[in-house]
């Protein structure tokens, strides 16, 4: 089983439409939950992190969290051609705090349709 | 305050050949994360380093490869006699002291080709 898990896609949307991302994840013991954003050839970049069960708001970006379930998921709302990227769901994996050993889903390529 | 910075951005190497790949963090973040990411992959992590010390290197191959993060200077990941599945983007990583859960950030990624 992989330790982070994420549909491939890609994920087709028209723009304006809401985009829904979803993640699970194997070890219950993570405690921090990051998405990235990675345009094609370029680096990750964050664009939000959440450490609490519920949602998380920022601009269009809603992530929201369920640990008992193990699942991540970032919705965007009002999606733009802009937004076409793939997305990366990331977990903290570390065996114990301090730092962070980050494992990576594959990431789910989200296209938005103008 | 510049970003993490990584050169060369893209290396060509023969097979056999040693490749060296540099990283710079961010001002003031001591910890250093190097991560690889072959084609139609996600990231895999390598090495995790603070100023001369391994922290964590579970993911690093176990032969051909190294990394250090010396007092003065970039983060160097060493791989000797390369082969041609070395080929990837390897991307660095930099976070501030006690940044708990904090952010990662990423620099733009050294292109390896070997032919």
């Known amino acids: 089983q992989k330790e982070v898990e994420q549909n491939s896609g890609p994920l087709s949307v028209p723009e304006g439409a809401i985009a829904s991302l979803n993640c699970t994840y194997s070890?219950?013991?993570?405690?921090?939950f990051f998405w990235y954003r990675q345009y094609s050839g370029k680096s990750p970049e964050l664009i939000m992190f959440i450490y609490s069960n519920g949602d998380k708001e920022d601009g269009r970006f809603t992530a929201q969290l369920n640990k008992a379930s193990q699942y991540v998921s970032l919705l965007i709302r009002d999606s733009q051609p802009s937004d076409s990227a793939t997305y990366l769901c990331?977990?903290?994996?570390?065996?114990?705090?301090?730092?962070?050993?980050?494992?990576f889903g594959t990431g789910t390529k989200l296209q938005v349709i103008p | 305050n510049a970003g993490v910075m990584q050169n060369p951005r893209h290396l060509v190497r023969r097979r056999g050949q040693e490749a060296r790949l540099r990283c710079s963090p961010m001002?003031?973040?001591?910890?250093v994360y190097w991560y690889r990411q072959l084609p139609e992959e996600g990231l895999k992590f390598m090495v995790y380093l603070q100023k001369e010390n391994i922290i964590d290197e579970s993911g690093m191959p176990k032969e051909r490869f190294s990394a250090e993060f010396p007092k003065e200077g970039p983060s160097i990941l060493r791989i000797q006699q390369v082969v041609r599945g070395d080929s990837a983007a390897y991307f660095c990583?930099?976070?501030?002291?006690?940044?708990?859960?904090?952010?990662?950030?990423f620099g733009p990624g050294t292109r390896l080709t070997v032919l």
């Open positions: 001002k003031g973040h001591s910890h």
């Open positions: 990331a977990v903290n994996t570390a065996p114990s705090g301090g730092y962070q050993k980050v494992t």
């Open positions: 990583a930099s976070s501030p002291p006690a940044s708990g859960g904090d952010t990662q950030y």
């Open positions: 070890d219950r013991g993570s405690q921090s």
